[in-house]
């Protein structure tokens, strides 16, 4: 069964711009969390998504949205970008309220 | 590497060696604990869970205890091999929610 994947690996934005970013959960899994990874803050709980709804929410700012699709799929964005965005920004999923698996993460570069 | 802080605790050990990574978590009410393995360039591998109902559960070559009246998990590796080196982080849920809260993690360094 393939794993979770993340699209792009890597991106590189400037100051104001907004990105978005793509997750594939495995086959089968309803849920979709995403986090911040930062040498500073460590990893923080962005949002999670379960059958197209945001189920729960961490403390970021309104600039982070997130939506999920029919098939699962997620996408997270970001707007306005800021450099104490610059961080890795990891999927995961899971059936349910269960055993979460993540994937490789998209390294974003704000400068 | 990338995953972690720039003072990250660091456990050194040789191979072989028994490893025992600790954590404090935050929340009297979480119920789930995981304890997650993290290489350069690589997202958190699951490694071993545990709920709050046991206080000790073994998978293969990994133990974890949990201690709920001081708020404590270990992590504890047998026959500790280079392989094991990495970042390791223990994160806490409460049941009903699915919001994992991370610990600062531990650096794993085994020498050959």
């Known amino acids: 069964k393939a794993g979770v994947t993340q699209t792009p690996r890597y991106l590189i934005k400037t100051r104001g711009q907004q990105v978005t970013l793509s997750c594939s959960p495995i086959s089968g899994h309803r849920s979709v969390s995403w986090y911040q990874q930062t040498p500073g803050q460590g990893l923080q709980f962005l949002f999670e998504?379960?059958?197209?709804?945001?189920?729960n929410k961490g403390n970021f700012p309104g600039r982070f949205s997130g939506r999920q699709f029919s098939n699962s799929r997620s996408e997270m964005n970001v707007s306005t970008l800021e450099l104490g965005d610059s961080a890795l920004y990891l999927c995961a999923s899971s059936l349910a309220y269960d055993e979460q698996y993540f994937g490789p993460g998209t390294r974003l570069t704000v400068t | 590497g990338e995953s972690v802080g720039l003072h990250l605790p660091t456990l050194s050990v040789q191979e072989g060696d028994n490893s025992i990574i600790n954590c404090a978590y935050s929340?009297?009410?979480?119920?789930?604990f995981i304890w997650y393995k993290q290489e350069s360039g690589k997202g958190p591998q699951f490694i071993i869970d545990?709920?709050?109902?046991?206080d000790k559960r073994q998978g293969q070559r990994v133990t974890v205890l949990l201690n709920k009246t001081v708020k404590h998990l270990s992590l504890q590796i047998a026959a500790t091999q280079p392989g094991d080196s990495a970042v390791y982080f223990c994160?806490?849920?409460?049941?009903?929610?699915?919001?994992?809260?991370f610990g600062t993690g531990t650096r794993l360094l085994v020498s050959p």
């Open positions: 994160a806490e849920n409460m049941e009903g929610f699915q919001k994992l809260v």
């Open positions: 545990i709920r709050s109902n046991m």
């Open positions: 998504y379960f059958s197209e709804t945001q189920r």
């Open positions: 929340n009297s009410a979480s119920d789930y």
